[in-house]
C-alpha cells in the first residue's frame, strides 16, 4: 500500500548528522522522528523524564519484591514462632518501606507527568 506522506531531504555536514542523532537517541526517538517533531513544533521528551520513569520502574519492582518478602513472613508468623514481637517488628518495619517506596514513585511520577494543555 503507497504511502501518502511526503519526504524531505535536508543536507547537512558529518558533525550535523552525528549531533542529530545523537540528541534523538538520547530522546528514544529516530532521527526522522526527532527531526519531525522539531519542525512542526511537537514537545521533544526530555531525557531527565526517562531517567525518573526508570528510577519509578525500579522502584516498583523493590515493591513488588518487599510485598513478596511481607507475604512470606506472614506465613512464618501463621506458623508461630517462638518471638512473635520480633517478627511483628520485621513485618511493621517491611510496612513503612512500602509505604515510602509509593511515596517516592507518586513524587517522581508528579514531577515528570507532562501537563495536560
Known sequence: ?????????????????????????????????????????????????FAAWESVRDLLKVNADLARLGNLLKLAVDERPEDDAEFAKLIDSIQTTQADLKRCVLEIREAVKPSRK
Do not use: C, H, W
Open 1 to 49: 500500500m503507497p504511502s501518502n506522506r511526503e519526504r524531505i531531504t535536508v543536507y547537512v555536514n558529518e558533525d550535523e548528522k552525528a549531533k542529530i542523532e545523537a540528541t534523538a537517541q538520547d530522546v528514544k526517538l529516530s532521527a526522522s522522528q526527532f527531526l519531525l517533531n522539531l519542525g512542526v513544533g511537537y514537545p521533544i521528551p526530555s531525557p531527565a523524564d
